[in-house]
Nanobody, 127 residues
Framework: QVQLEESGGGLVPAGGSLRLSCAASGGSFSRYAIGWFRQVPGKEREFVAAISWSGASTYVAGPVRGRFTIARDNAENTVFLQMSSLNPEDSAVYYC????????????????????WGQGTQVTVSS
């Protein structure tokens, strides 16, 4: 079983940047693909990006492509979401999820495909 903990959220002005971290413990981190999602009150959790177990394959959702990048450091059991050119529509609670996935490729994935979740970190972008 994998435990996940997000960090790095906060308040940032429009046009700014943030780097979120997802730290894993308790399992074989390199066996899991990791995804980032975000959620605002009253809406469903939205897929943002995913990265394969090795980091060789990444997928970033259309609304944030070109502004967000995902990377991982398996030696540190951590996945990062680098966010730039932030706008108020990016404000949400950001969650990372782990999916047991042996293939070294990722694509758009939905919430039910992930096995474990963190508690989330709040990102607020001021206009």
């Amino acid at each position: 079983q994998v435990q996940l903990e997000e960090s790095g959220g906060g308040l940032v002005p429009a046009g700014g940047s943030l780097r979120l971290s997802c730290a894993a413990s308790g399992g074989s981190f390199s066996r899991y693909a990791i995804g980032w999602f975000r959620q605002v009150p009253g809406k469903e959790r939205e897929f943002v990006a995913a990265i394969s177990w090795s980091g060789a394959s990444t997928y970033v959702a259309g609304p944030v492509r070109g502004r967000f990048t995902i990377a991982r450091d398996n030696a540190e059991n951590t996945v990062f979401l680098q966010m730039s050119s932030l706008n108020p529509e990016d404000s949400a609670v950001y969650y990372c999820g782990a999916r047991a996935w042996d293939e070294d490729r990722v694509s758009w994935w939905g919430v039910p495909e992930f096995n474990y979740w963190g508690q989330g970190t709040q990102v607020t972008v001021s206009s």
